[in-house]
Each structure stands twice: as C-alpha cells, then as structure tokens.
C-alpha cells in the first residue's frame, strides 16, 4: 500500500510538473522574455506569490476560471492576504466556484482587517447594499473613509457617489467632487509608481489563519 501511495505522489508531482512546459509551448511567442516560465516553476514549488501570479495567467492566458480559484486558493491557503481579497472577489461573483457570499464576506473582513485597501471597499459596498448583512450606510462610509485614505480610487469614487445622491449623507457637490478627483489622482499614482506589486504577499501576510 505505501509503494502504492508512493507512486501515485510521484506521477502527480510529475504531472504537474510538466504543467509549466505545456503553458510554455502553448504561449512561447507570448511568454518568450518574461518571467512566466519561472512564475509557473515557484507556484509549484509552494511560492504564494507565484500561486498568484499564475491564477492570473490561468484567469487571462488561458481563460479557465476553475484553475485560477484553484491556484488563487493555494496561495490564500497560505496565508496571502491579496490571494485571500481576490478569493473573495472570485466567491462573490461566482467565478471558477459556485457563488457564495457568506464566503466572500469573510475573506473580505479578513483581509480587511490587515488594512488591504481593496478589501476595505468590497466590505464597504456589500454593507452599502446589505449583502449578508443589513444594509448599514454608516459603515459603509466608514469603511470607504478608510480605504480612500489608504489610496484605493475605487472607495474615492463611491463616496463621491454618496455626497453626489445623497445616499446616507446629505448632498454635497463640494465633497463629491472632492472625492471625484482624489479617485482620479489614485489612478494616476498608482499607473505611474515604479513597483507595479502593490501587494506583495509579505506586505500583508495573514499569520493567523
């Protein structure tokens, strides 16, 4: 039975191992000078990073959504707070998985509570439109305050929308195009920085999960 086990271990190694050479045959003009090849090589070595990395080529490149959640949850598995984010996102929106926003709610308050800026306004607006939780304006806003100010464009914008229609505050043009612009300013910032990882897994690491 152990020689049994063995082997099985040894041909799935094996079969996921030749994973990054078919990606590469598959995608050699596109992947030819980049770093593909190695991300692909560090995800099946346990690297968080590259289990990221590598649910973006599998969600863009090739178009399957199983394999990206699969790979998304490898790395959240490890702890990986922006893998945890999206694993939300992907629970959410029921993409590479059955849609389950308890879920969702709780990867999102989980890495939320590391201050990771998207997942501050995905808390933000499934309180703004009471998904699984009543719908509590207040906190809301209390939440995009925060991740505006941590720099997400996204939670700039929708509280501009708040002060533009007065949705849990009392109109005001002054505030809504405040927040307009400072959406535009985090675009503009975050296009031109240097280090286009914003979230590298050790930034946020969730040690406690």
Same mark, same amino acid.
């Given at each position: 039975? *152990? ?19 078919? &990606?590469?045959? *598959? ?9 593909? &090849? ?10 968080? /990073? ?17 394999? =990206? ?19 939300? &996102? ?25 201050? !990771? ?5 995905? &808390? ?13 304006? /207040? ?10 100010? !941590?720099?997400?464009? $996204? ?8 002060? *533009? ?6 109109? /005001?043009?002054?505030?809504? =195009? ?11 910032? =975050?296009? $031109? ?17």
């Amino acid at each position: 039975m *152990k020689k049994i086990l063995l082997f099985s271990l040894v041909m799935a190694f094996s079969s996921r191992a030749d994973l990054c050479d078919d &990606l590469f045959k *598959k995608h050699k003009s596109a992947w030819e000078g980049t770093s593909n &090849l190695n991300i692909c090589k560090n995800a099946l070595k346990g690297d968080p /990073d590259a289990q990221f990395d590598l649910a973006g080529i599998f969600s863009i490149d090739e178009n399957n959504p199983e394999e =990206a959640f699969e790979w998304t949850r490898k790395s959240a598995s490890q702890g990986c707070t922006k893998s945890q984010y999206v694993l939300g &996102l992907m629970y959410y929106d029921g993409v590479g998985v059955d849609m389950n926003w308890i879920y969702a709610f709780e990867l999102f308050e989980r890495s939320s509570k590391k201050e !990771l800026p998207n997942a501050i306004t995905s &808390l933000g607006f499934m309180y703004q439109n009471g998904h699984m939780r009543a719908k509590d304006l /207040d906190k809301a806003k209390e939440l995009y305050v925060k991740a505006s100010y !941590l720099g997400d464009p $996204t939670a700039s914008y929708l509280l501009g929308e708040m002060y *533009k229609n007065g949705d849990g505050v009392e109109v /005001d043009t002054e505030k809504a =195009a405040f927040y307009f612009l400072n959406s535009i300013n985090s675009i503009l910032k =975050a296009i $031109t920085a240097d280090d286009k990882n914003t979230y590298p897994c050790n930034k946020y690491n969730d040690l406690t999960h």
